[in-house]
C-alpha cells in the first residue's frame, strides 16, 4: 500500500510569513498532485507536478517534485488569509488502469493570522 | 464550482437504516468517484464508476454500494449504518482517468449516524 505523509498536520502563522508543507513517501508515484480544501467545500486541484526534479509556481505558491518521484513540497511565501485551508498531496495508486483512485496524505491544516 | 453536484448536503439517520448519496458529475464527464473523509481516516477512496461500468474499488465496506446511471449521474447506498459511518462523502468526476488523475469535487454530504 502506498502511503504519502505530510508535515506538519498543523500550522498556525502570522501574515506576512513563509511557510513550507511536506509530503513524502517511501514509493516513487508517477505524479503528485496537491489540493486545498476550505471548510464546507470539496478538495480544489492546485497544481500536478509529474516529472522528478520539477518545479511549478502559482503565484505566491511553489511546489516542487522529489527527484526519485517520492515526495514533494509546497511553500507558500508571504501568506495572507485567504490561504487558510487544508492542504492535502495526493497520487495515483500504482499500478492498474484507474489513475483516479487517489491516495491522499493526511492533509496539513493551515491558518493564517491578519 | 466545480461543476459536481452532490445532494443531499447533509444527513442525518439513526444507526441501522440506510441512505442514497447522489452525485451529478460535470457535463461530459464519464467517470464518478466516491471518496469518505472522517478525522481520523482522511481522504479514502471508496470506488469508481466510467460510463456506467465499475472500474476501480477501494477500501468500501460491503455494506456500501454504488451505481453509474446512462445519464451518468451516481448514486452511493449506504445501508446498516453505524456510528462509524459519519463522515463527508465526496462525489468526483473527470472525462477520462487520465496519467494525471485530474478529479474535480463536488462540495459532498455529510452523513451524521446517530
Known amino acids: 500500500t502506498q502511503l504519502l505523509e505530510q508535515s506538519p498536520q498543523f500550522l498556525s502563522i502570522q501574515e506576512g510569513e513563509n511557510l513550507t508543507v511536506y509530503c513524502n513517501s517511501s514509493s516513487v508515484f508517477s505524479s503528485l498532485q496537491w489540493y486545498r480544501q476550505e471548510p464546507g467545500e470539496g478538495p480544489v486541484l492546485l497544481v500536478t507536478?509529474?516529472?522528478?526534479?520539477e518545479v511549478k509556481k502559482l503565484k505566491r505558491l511553489t511546489f516542487q517534485f522529489g527527484d526519485a518521484r517520492k515526495d514533494s513540497s509546497l511553500h507558500i511565501t508571504a501568506a495572507q488569509p485567504g490561504d487558510t485551508g487544508l492542504y492535502l498531496c495526493?497520487?495515483?495508486?500504482?499500478?492498474?488502469?484507474?489513475?483516479?483512485?487517489?491516495?491522499f496524505g493526511q492533509g496539513t491544516i493551515l491558518t493564517v493570522h491578519p | 464550482d466545480s461543476g459536481v453536484t452532490q445532494t443531499p448536503k447533509h444527513l442525518i439517520t439513526a444507526t441501522g437504516q440506510r441512505v442514497t448519496l447522489r452525485c451529478s458529475p460535470r457535463?461530459?464527464?464519464?467517470?464518478v468517484y466516491w471518496y469518505q473523509q472522517s478525522l481520523d481516516q482522511g481522504l479514502q477512496f471508496l470506488i469508481q464508476y466510467y460510463n456506467g461500468e465499475e472500474r476501480a474499488k477501494g477500501n468500501i465496506l460491503e455494506r456500501f454500494s454504488a451505481q453509474q446511471f446512462p445519464d451518468l449521474h451516481s448514486e452511493l447506498n449506504l445501508s446498516s449504518l453505524e456510528l462509524g459511518d459519519s463522515a463527508l462523502y465526496f462525489c468526483?468526476?473527470?472525462?477520462?482517468?487520465?496519467?494525471?488523475?485530474?478529479?474535480?469535487f463536488g462540495e459532498g454530504s455529510r452523513l451524521t449516524v446517530l
Open positions: 495526493a497520487g495515483p495508486n500504482a499500478g492498474g488502469t484507474s489513475y483516479g483512485k487517489l491516495t
Open positions: 468526483a468526476s473527470s472525462v477520462v482517468p487520465g496519467n494525471t488523475g485530474e478529479l474535480f
Open positions: 457535463s461530459g464527464d464519464l467517470s
Open positions: 507536478v509529474v516529472t522528478g526534479g
